[in-house]
């Protein structure tokens, strides 16, 4: 499978178009919409998420609630382009009217692709950077990742996302009995912790960060369950599953490091510490005795759960503000904003699922096959027993 994004921020919609869907899935608007939600909540978010109510239109590729192998389209509107209308649209309006809609952005804001995508494609007006170097793009990325997340349901292949810190603040002794559990009880907190004494002091931290004009980033993790063995490969670099975890984790806006399983902790602990012993028995087959390297070796699943962590860095727009220089005076300045999130690692705990579940299912059908869900089920279920046995 494929999928390609387009849209702006402010603009008037967001589109995906996700190609090399298999044929006879079972998918309605509601499947998607649940998690276009989800990603829209989370304590810390500002008051854009107020405006938006994020629903998808399904255009192409399903009829009557079954895909039909086309690529499907897939569209969410941005209500706040009622706003823009004259600020975003594609028809040219003269300088003189540009003017009056709004000055053009000049003042590059530090952490975003301002300055830096302003010289790589010219633009004296960074708002041609910012609308879309803008989060406002996960949100088809995780209708995209709805759609993966649907195929791996079929499979009982289940995804959970939760957040481990914000802010310093650390989730401790987090367990759960199954993915099933993990998103359960995360959905039940605010910021999509387990540990319900961390889950309210990282508000507090949340709280305290937008009160100082500060913001703050945090770890979130992904947990997914009942891999078969042997997605992904050794043979080549760019065909390792846990490389095209780590890449599409990274990919995420404000994501700075990404680990699987035990992944830096590696660095201070013996082998012995690190590896997963190996054990055999007639009903699981091949399974470890623990799962400290994360679902993978050599580049592919082990068919313990995969476990991925990413770090999102704070959020860059502070209302305390941070100097910058603007590009057409060169003089200093500092910004000030009109809103802006002070915290979004909740969300985008939702997106780092989303991800995840798009690289899954895509080493799935690689695997298995693209064209039905059937023939497809049928390749996993004999492959599943082999491996059993094997
Ligand atoms: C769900 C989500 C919401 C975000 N909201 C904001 C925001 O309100 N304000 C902001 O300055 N950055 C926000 N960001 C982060 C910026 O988009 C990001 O830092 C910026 O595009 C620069 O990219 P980089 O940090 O990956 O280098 C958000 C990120 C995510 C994942
Ligand atoms: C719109 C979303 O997130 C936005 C991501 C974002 C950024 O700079 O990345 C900045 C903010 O946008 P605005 O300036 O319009 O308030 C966030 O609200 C969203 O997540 O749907």
């Not at 499978?1 to 309605?28: D, K, W």
Request: hydrophobic share 40%.
């Amino acid at each position: 499978m494929r999928y390609l994004t387009a849209g702006e921020s402010h603009g008037p919609q967001l589109t995906t178009i996700i190609e090399g869907v298999p044929a006879q899935l079972e998918l309605l608007a509601e499947d998607v919409n649940k998690d276009l939600a989800r990603r829209q909540g989370g304590y810390g978010r500002g008051r854009r998420m107020q405006i938006e109510k994020d629903q998808v239109q399904i255009l192409s590729g399903v009829r009557h609630g079954k895909t039909t192998g086309a690529p499907i389209a897939l569209v969410v509107e941005n209500k706040d382009w009622t706003h823009w209308t004259k600020i975003m649209g594609a028809e040219p309006i003269g300088e003189e009217a540009e003017k009056e809609v709004k000055r053009k952005l000049t003042r590059p804001r530090p952490g975003h692709a301002d300055l830096n995508g302003a010289i790589k494609y010219g633009h004296r007006d960074m708002r041609n950077v910012l609308e879309r170097s803008s989060a406002r793009e996960t949100t088809v990325r995780v209708a995209a990742g709805a759609v993966a997340k649907k195929i791996l349901a079929s499979f009982g292949i289940k995804v959970g996302g939760h957040v481990l810190e914000i802010g310093g603040v650390k989730a401790e002794h987090v367990t759960y009995e199954s993915v099933e559990d993990l998103q359960t009880r995360s959905e039940a907190s605010q910021v999509r912790c387990l540990d319900e004494e961390a889950s309210v002091k990282m508000m507090e931290a949340i709280d305290a960060a937008k009160k100082d004009g500060d913001s703050i980033g945090g770890i979130v993790e992904v947990v997914v369950e009942n891999v078969p063995i042997g997605l992904g490969s050794y043979v080549h670099y760019d065909r390792k599953l846990d490389a095209k975890l780590a890449a599409a984790v990274m990919s995420i806006n404000a994501f700075k490091g990404v680990e699987i399983g035990i992944g830096f902790e590696a660095a201070h602990v013996p082998g012995s510490q690190v590896h997963d012993e190996i054990i055999w028995d007639e009903q699981k087959g091949y399974t470890r005795k623990t799962n400290r390297l994360g679902g993978f070796e050599g580049g592919m699943t082990t068919g313990m759960p995969i476990v991925v962590r990413g770090v999102m860095k704070p959020i860059p727009t502070l209302y305390k503000p941070l100097q910058s220089v603007d590009i057409d005076t060169k003089e200093p300045f500092e910004a000030s904003i009109e809103r802006s999130d002070s915290c979004a690692v909740p969300a985008a705990s939702v997106v780092a699922e989303s991800v995840v579940a798009w690289e899954i299912a895509n080493a799935l059908l690689e695997a298995f096959g693209h064209d039905q869900m059937e023939t497809i089920q049928e390749n996993v279920e004999r492959h599943q027993s082999k491996a059993r046995e094997f």
